[in-house]
């Protein structure tokens, strides 16, 4: 679905919008002193940021296979770019919370765009090609606060600035990228094999034949809604779990990233060691991207994260031991990199049939970041700080069953030969 240039611009995207979501936070001096605003308010900016992200995310998949997705990708591309421009010069407040929710809106068709187009778009590689395209985002995500640091968070406008107009020339790479995909069914998994049969299999229900023959059309019917009816039950379920799953990795995702400069320093680490340790955490999760993006080639993406669920849970509990918290963290940052991208591909062959279903996933992987801040505040009020590590590792074997709970759902049958 891509050719290289278009492939690079995707690439490119990611950093603009991992760098774009993580400007926010190092700006909020600056923009607490221009506008007058509580921290809780400046706050708000972010938390504008992500709702638009949701819509964004919504309303790319509503348009969807009727739209191009050059269009698509463009009118997000332009709707990032005007949001930011609008944030950097808003004269007051609520403006730039509107701003603010229009760059959002192209975030989230961006992020949500590229990956759905991703997951399906290079066949076998399409595993491996997410964890380098997702990998981009956290390059983004370390650069934007680099440069905050480099300028000053005095000079925030100018850097929005810069970064819509960065948005404009990607335009042109949009040429290359196909309008047409090819059904995830056609697609091959891991082995090279094309995954024909990737739909759950459910046990066909012996149905009676007590109707008349005059009404046996009626009979068929019932009984083909009949044998139908537990495909379906399993398809809810199965989407129910891939949602679980991706908001509470996310939880731990953005736990870790908040809490661990306070938890490593309440266990006796001095605040700059925790700070780097937490950069250190991050950068784990965009090397970890790109290092799984081999491995992916030769393991399925069920292997990929049941190995990745389980060595987080390892990790948040060698947490618990404060002489080796700032390197468990990192390993948590390593392991937990690989399960948003290769999930993707993983859900589009459990169900193709449920378009809808990567929309959902995304947009609860957005969800699940802004709830876990509240609820993990309110547990580690009741527990302390340093029970950190214990929360988040139960949180993490939560992920692990419900891995494994997916690895058996949606296990693959294939004809013999």
């Given amino acids: ?20 979501q993580a400007l926010y936070g190092p700006s909020i001096p600056s923009l607490r002193e221009e506008f007058g605003l509580s921290p809780s308010a400046a706050g708000l900016g972010l938390s504008a940021h992500f709702v638009g992200g949701v819509a964004g995310v919504l309303l790319f998949d509503r348009r969807y296979g009727r739209t191009s997705n050059r269009r698509i ?20 407040w609520p403006a730039a919370l509107v701003a603010a929710f229009v760059a959002g809106l192209g975030f989230g068709g961006i992020d949500y765009g590229l990956n759905q187009l991703f997951s399906i778009g290079f066949g076998h590689r399409s595993t ?17 606060p680099a440069l905050v640091g480099v300028v000053g968070s005095e000079h925030y406008p100018a850097l929005f600035l810069a970064f819509a ?12 990228v196909r309008d047409h995909a090819p059904h995830p069914t056609d697609q091959p998994g891991p082995d090279g094999h094309a995954d024909t049969k990737v739909d759950f299999v459910p046990v066909p229900v012996p149905v009676p034949d007590p109707l008349p023959r005059f009404d046996a059309d009626a009979h068929a019917t019932n009984a083909d ?61 965009t090397v970890g991207r790109f290092l799984v993006a081999p491995v992916a080639l030769r393991f399925s993406a069920p292997a990929i994260i049941t190995v990745s669920c389980a060595g987080m849970t390892a ?3 060698l947490a618990r031991v404060p002489d080796l918290a700032p390197y468990a963290y990192a390993g948590v940052g390593l392991f937990i990199a690989p399960i948003f991208p290769t999930g993707l591909p993983w859900l589009n062959r459990a ?32 527990s302390g700080v340093r ?11 939560v992920c692990l069953a419900a891995t494994l709970w997916l690895t058996r759902a949606t296990r693959t049958h294939r004809p013999s030969a």
Wanted: hydrophobic share 60%; proline share 4%; charged share 5%.
């Fill in 1 to 20: 679905m891509f050719t290289a240039a278009a492939t690079v611009a995707s690439c490119a995207g990611f950093v603009l919008i991992g760098a774009l």
């Fill in 73 to 92: 990708l463009g009118a997000s591309y332009l709707l990032m770019a005007a949001g930011a421009a609008g944030f950097a010069l808003a004269p007051q």
């Fill in 128 to 144: 491996a090609m997410l964890n380098i395209l997702n990998a981009h985002f956290g390059i983004g995500a370390i650069l934007g």
């Fill in 165 to 176: 107009l960065a948005n404009l020339p990607l335009l042109l790479c949009l040429r290359g």
């Fill in 225 to 285: 809604a009949v044998r139908r009816a537990p495909a379906h039950a399993a398809l809810r379920s199965v989407l129910a779990v891939f949602v679980a799953l991706y908001v509470l990795h996310v939880g731990i995702e953005a736990g870790v990233g908040g809490w661990e400069p306070t938890h490593l320093e309440t266990v006796g680490h001095g605040a700059g060691a925790a700070a780097t340790a937490t950069s250190v955490y991050w950068l784990m999760m």
């Fill in 315 to 317: 990790c948040l509990l």
């Fill in 351 to 382: 169900a193709p049939r449920a378009r809808r279903a990567g929309a959902v996933v995304i947009a609860a992987s957005m969800l699940g970041g802004v709830v876990a801040g509240p609820a993990l505040g309110r547990a580690i009020e009741w």
């Fill in 387 to 397: 029970a950190v590590p214990l929360i988040l590792a139960a949180v993490s074997a």
